[in-house]
């Protein structure tokens, strides 16, 4: 038996223009998890996720399932028969919220895979297996999620190039509220590039914007220049609007964090719900997550980024 766990993540800047080559910034939230575990059994391949109530044969899971889907391209990366094994999947990220839930379970599945057959394989490779299950699911991910999971490090990530890593000069506190709305990433990256194929030229101008919010934050968190990330992360979100892909939900914990003290709050994914993110201290922690909470947030949890 062989258990293998991913941590959830946050993108701080730049959701939605990262699908078309804009610069993102993506951290991993520990405090959230998948876990897979492998078990040997006889002859066929089962897959359990017990959280979700799924319970799938692989022979004759659909094609475009996810879990199978990893499994898949797991044994065939690893040149292993799929037979002979179960594989057990637990969560603690909330499903389309916007926290990676789909990319950390593939990841998990992957390393377990990986060990229960006694291989190896690079966080690369395991990252690159993840990316195939979310090309299946929404079409065009720009990678930034498998990315910043796989390898559970703040990410600095622009599409079609290698990442680079970034250390935050001082280490800060993000809340991250839940909306409580599920939000398909599919559905929002496919209503975004309906609008931009209408409007080219407006929505490139817009995606420039966001591309200069997360450059400005990337050097602002690795010089350690704290109080200027709020502002840029107020001006993301004003973005984030424009661009289609707010909600009333969202704007109200938006707003109530900015009332309690919160120095910038957005939302953070693919937007129409999922969660809000707000830039919080020591001193203004306990205030917003109340007032986040009062505003209808189902859950608030607190990382740090160091
Ligand atoms: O999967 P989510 O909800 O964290 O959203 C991913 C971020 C997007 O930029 C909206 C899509 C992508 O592929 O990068």
Do not use: W
Request: hydrophobic letters at 45%.
């Amino acid at each position: 038996m062989t258990t293998a766990s991913a941590p959830g993540k946050i993108i701080l800047f730049g959701e939605h223009a990262v699908v078309y080559g804009r610069p993102a910034i993506a951290v991993p939230v520990a405090q959230v998890r998948a876990e897979a575990t492998v078990i040997p059994s006889r002859d066929t391949v089962r897959i359990l996720a017990p959280d979700i109530g799924r319970e799938l044969e692989l022979t004759t899971a659909p094609v475009d399932n996810a879990l199978a889907s990893i499994v898949r391209f797991t044994c065939e990366r690893l040149q292993v028969k799929a037979a002979g094994f179960t594989v057990e999947v637990h969560s603690t990220i909330p499903v389309a919220r916007g926290l990676g839930s789909g990319a950390a379970v593939s990841v998990a599945i992957a390393r377990a895979l990986t060990s229960f057959f006694g291989q190896e394989l690079s966080a690369e490779d395991i990252s690159g297996l993840a990316y195939r299950v979310e090309v299946l699911h929404h079409g065009t991910p720009s990678g930034v999620d498998n990315t910043v999971i796989a390898y559970a490090q703040p990410i600095y990530f622009v599409r079609g190039r290698p990442f680079e890593p970034f250390q935050a000069r001082r280490p800060f506190l993000i809340a991250i509220a839940d909306t409580g709305v599920n939000s398909p990433t599919r559905i929002a990256v496919g209503d975004v590039r309906r609008a931009h194929d209408a409007e080219p030229e407006r929505f490139d101008e817009l995606f420039d914007q966001i591309g200069e919010t997360a450059d400005a934050a990337r050097q602002a968190i690795v010089e350690g220049d704290i109080e200027k990330l709020g502002p840029l992360m107020s001006r993301n979100q004003v973005l984030a609007q424009m661009i289609g892909v707010s909600s009333p939900e969202i704007e109200a914990l938006v707003n109530a964090a900015a009332e309690a003290g919160a120095s910038g709050a957005k939302l953070s994914g693919a937007g129409r719900g999922g969660n809000v993110i707000a830039l919080v201290n020591d001193e203004s922690r306990e205030r917003v997550e109340g007032a986040m909470r009062k505003a209808g947030a189902k859950r608030v949890l607190v990382t740090r980024v160091e």
